[in-house]
């Protein structure tokens, strides 16, 4: 059964680092290309970054670049979203996302629309 299951989260403070994990299960991933979209109450769904299959391209939102760094690791099919200098605007419900395509194109593979298979989410706080 395909799957994808983030893990990590919580509560932070501004200035502060989290790190969440997406394990991905039921599916050749190696293939895949891997992101973490985010979403807060009241905005739509944003993508935060994205990594190609073999992990040799890597795209971020102009928000968190320099902050935020994302790894995969194939071997074991997780995928990393570390999170350095949190401010609150980070604050929302981080999801990870699959998809069998590498468009080499932002406006595509940090597209919502484009990814096939999505997880549950994990809440992330930053908050004094």
């Known amino acids: 059964q395909l799957r994808l299951a983030e893990s990590g989260g919580g509560l932070a403070q501004p200035g502060g680092s989290l790190r969440l994990s997406c394990q991905a299960s039921?599916?050749?991933?190696?293939?895949?290309?891997m992101a973490w979209f985010r979403q807060s109450p009241g905005k739509e769904r944003e993508a935060v970054s994205c990594?190609?299959?073999?992990?040799?391209?890597?795209y971020f939102a102009d928000s968190v670049k320099g902050r935020f760094t994302i790894s995969r690791d194939d071997r074991e099919g997780t995928v990393l979203l570390e999170m350095n200098s949190l401010k609150p605007e980070d604050s929302g419900v981080y999801y990870c996302?699959?998809?069998?395509?590498?468009?080499?194109?932002?406006?595509?593979?940090?597209?919502?629309?484009?990814?096939?298979?999505w997880g549950q989410g994990a809440q992330v706080i930053v908050s004094s």
């Open positions: 039921g599916f050749t991933w190696i293939y895949y290309t």
């Open positions: 996302a699959a998809k069998r395509s590498w468009y080499e194109n932002p406006k595509m593979d940090m597209n919502s629309g484009y990814y096939e298979f």
């Open positions: 990594i190609s299959n073999g992990g040799r391209k890597k």
